[in-house]
């Protein structure tokens, strides 16, 4: 069973920063492709932020430029080092592996909350 836990989040002023950290455990974290997703209020969930087996990095045109995801293998963690917060980036974070109709999602955490004041 992998379980997902994030952290980091928390209240910030617009223009300031945070970093958030998923530990995953109860799978063989370093082959799965992960991701940063976020859901505002009354929102889908979206995919952020994006990190390959080999280190390729893939943004969301909204936060391009101001978040940068990276992984420790070794530690089983995805990291999101977010910069220049705006108010539209409140949401919940959540972390996962990239999935598809025929790779699933893990079962979600509990997510960690962003919250940005103008």
């Known amino acids: 069973q992998v379980q997902l836990v994030e952290s980091g989040g928390g209240l910030v002023q617009a223009g300031g920063s945070l970093r958030l950290s998923c530990a995953v455990s109860?799978?063989?974290?370093?082959?799965?492709?992960t991701g940063w997703y976020r859901q505002a209020p009354g929102k889908q969930r979206e995919l952020v932020a994006s990190i390959t087996t080999s280190g390729t990095t893939n943004y969301a045109d909204s936060v391009k430029g101001r978040f940068t995801i990276s992984r420790d293998n070794a530690k089983s963690t995805v990291y999101l080092q977010m910069n220049s917060l705006k108010p539209e980036d409140t949401a919940v974070y959540y972390c996962?592996?990239?999935?598809?109709?025929?790779?699933?999602?893990?079962?979600w955490g509990q997510g960690t909350q962003v919250t940005v004041s103008s």
């Open positions: 996962n592996r990239l999935f598809t109709s025929q790779i699933p999602p893990w079962n």
């Open positions: 109860g799978s063989i974290f370093a082959i799965y492709n």
